[in-house]
């Protein structure tokens, strides 16, 4: 599975932006996907998910509320609406797979893509 994530730029607060991903394989439905994003100087981290069918999407206490993830299976792309944008929030955003649950652990996801560069300016 290639994934590729499009969408980043520089937005200011309060912005929105969304983020797509999308997947050059024909299984793109088989699997979970997870936006997880990373700061300069800081770990990695989970953002949300969503399962294959779209029917279940879990997110991390700093962006609920604010961020919303979705998929179109037909397109094999998965979504990140990101609203009320802060500087905060500004980081390297990564999508990726994982064929089971992968939840909020990256370690556990197989594929992913090469991230988008969201800056939130104040």
């Known amino acids: 599975v290639q994934l590729q994530a499009s969408g980043g730029g520089t937005v200011q607060t309060g912005g929105s932006l969304r983020l797509s991903c999308a997947s050059s394989?024909?299984?793109?439905?088989?699997?979970?996907m997870g936006w997880f994003r990373q700061a300069p100087g800081q770990e990695r981290e989970f953002v949300g998910l969503i399962t294959r069918s779209g029917g279940s999407t879990e997110y991390a206490d700093s962006v609920k509320g604010r961020f919303t993830i979705s998929r179109d299976n037909a397109k094999n792309t998965v979504y990140l609406h990101m609203n009320t944008l802060k500087p905060e929030d500004t980081a390297v955003y990564y999508c990726?797979?994982?064929?089971?649950?992968?939840?909020?652990?990256?370690?556990?996801?197989?594929?992913w893509g090469q991230g988008t560069l969201v800056t939130v300016s104040s």
């Open positions: 394989g024909r299984t793109f439905g088989s699997y979970n």
């Open positions: 990726a797979a994982h064929r089971t649950y992968g939840g909020p652990y990256s370690a556990r996801y197989d594929y």
